[in-house]
Every structure is written in structure tokens, then in C-alpha cells.
């Protein structure tokens, strides 16, 4: 059964760095998009970055871009989202999630946070002073 499972969240300063891990079982995450999306208390889910399977392209979300960049690790089965110059407003439970695997020919900046179908159980990450 696949299984997503992220891992380095946390409380950070404005201004600081944080590097989240999703970790995968039961799938080779190089056969899927896979994305990073956060929701806040009271705001709806929000896509912050992705990346494609067949392309290697990424997506990011206006808020984030300059300032977040997502990787894979094919050999490890992992992906991970390294976050610099965090903002409070960044504050939220960022998860890991996988598009349904016909979508890999898509890229991933097409799929809508709603298409994703397996998702990790989120890593809270909290910026503030």
C-alpha cells in the first residue's frame, strides 16, 4: 500500500530555513507528480510547489517562488522542499502528496491541489519570533 510520510517541520525565526522530507513506500516516486501543499488554520489548501515525473519540471506558487526549490532523490524515493527567507505567513501543515499516476505526462504546474489523490499525514511548520 503506498504511503507518503514527510518529516522536518518545526518552529523557525523569520527569515530562517527549514528543509522538509517526503518519504515514500510502496511507489517509485519517479513515476508520479508530486506535490507540496500547506493549509493554514482557516484558509483553504494551498499548492506551494510540484514536480513533474516525465519532464523534471517544477512548479511554484507565487507566495514562494525565490524562495523555496523541491527536489527529488529517485534512488532514495524521496522528495524534499527546502524553504529560505520563511515568512510568518508561511505558517501551516505542508504535506506531501502524489497525482493519480496516468497524470505523469501532465505537467505538474496543470494539476489542481483537489487532483491529488495519496497524501502524507503533514508536518506542522510554524515561523515566528
Known amino acids: 500500500q503506498a504511503q507518503l510520510v514527510e518529516s522536518g517541520g518545526g518552529l523557525v525565526q523569520p527569515g530562517g530555513s527549514l528543509r522538509l522530507s517526503c518519504a515514500a513506500s510502496g511507489i517509485s516516486l519517479d513515476n508520479y507528480i508530486v506535490g507540496w501543499l500547506r493549509q493554514a488554520p482557516g484558509k483553504e489548501r494551498e499548492e506551494v510547489s510540484c514536480?513533474?515525473?516525465?519532464?523534471?519540471?517544477?512548479f511554484y506558487g507565487d507566495s514562494v517562488t525565490g524562495r523555496f526549490t523541491i527536489s527529488r532523490d529517485n534512488a532514495k524515493n524521496m522528495v524534499y522542499l527546502q524553504m529560505n527567507s520563511l515568512k510568518p505567513e508561511d505558517t501551516a501543515v505542508y504535506y506531501c502528496a502524489t497525482a493519480p499516476e496516468f497524470y505523469s505526462a501532465l505537467h505538474c504546474g496543470t494539476v489542481s491541489h483537489y487532483e491529488y489523490d495519496n497524501w502524507g499525514q503533514g508536518t506542522q511548520v510554524t515561523v515566528s519570533s
Open positions: 514536480v513533474d515525473s516525465s519532464y523534471g519540471s517544477t
